[in-house]
């Protein structure tokens, strides 16, 4: 636990806050009320906060281990390769901007709401695989891994129609938007991620 603090605080902070603060919203249904992002709310300017706590409290025990589980393989190697303050950034930055379409989508519904950090998780990985496109990874049920620009194209597609396609209890929304924000964010921190990437898919031709 002490190497995890020193080389990666601020992963690790927002590693244990999150399990510790979704844990807790299980035995307390009053935090669920007021950490849901509530997009009628934050559209007239109240509850302005909840892009943030959203991302701090899950529906269920699954739900907080997928996002966690997938945290876990890749936001502490990314805070090593990017820094404390760019990883900082990215991950904050993308628990709001990943509400975005989801608060203009259900800006006139009252009832709707949205929580879990899917978003941020999201921002996290393709921020990795930026600088490691060939990282193999697993989507269930495939039974064999594929290279994680290969993931990323699937995610963002299936995200996409899955999203038009509406229903359902997942924000997909978020996932996209996510997703995107994190090769954003890390493009603008930097640039040079883009030849980088370029270099590595290139080079799988040669």
Do not use: C
Request: glycine share 6%.
């Amino acid at each position: 636990m002490e190497q995890f603090i020193s080389q990666t605080p601020v992963a690790t902070i927002i590693f244990l806050f999150t399990i510790a603060t979704s844990l807790y919203a299980f035995s307390n249904a009053e935090i669920y009320g007021k950490f849901m992002l509530h997009p009628y709310s934050v559209s007239r300017g109240q509850r302005v906060y909840t892009v943030i706590t959203s991302g701090l409290i899950h529906k269920d025990w699954g739900h907080l281990f997928m996002n966690m589980l997938s945290y876990y393989f890749f936001a502490f190697q990314l805070e090593t390769m990017i820094g404390h303050f760019a990883f900082a950034v990215l991950y904050i930055a993308s628990l709001a901007l990943s509400d975005l379409s989801t608060i203009l989508k259900h800006k006139e519904d009252f009832w709707y709401n949205s929580l879990g950090a899917s978003g941020a998780v999201s921002a996290v990985i393709f921020s990795y695989i930026l600088y490691n496109p060939f990282t193999q990874m697993i989507i269930f049920p495939l039974p064999i891994p594929i290279p994680a620009v290969i993931f990323g194209v699937l995610y963002l597609v299936y995200s996409a129609y899955a999203s038009k396609q509406g229903g359902g209890n997942i924000n997909h929304d978020a996932h996209f938007l996510g997703a995107i924000s994190g090769i954003i964010i890390t493009v603008i921190f930097y640039p040079q991620v883009i030849p980088h990437f370029i270099n590595e898919i290139s080079g799988v031709f040669q």
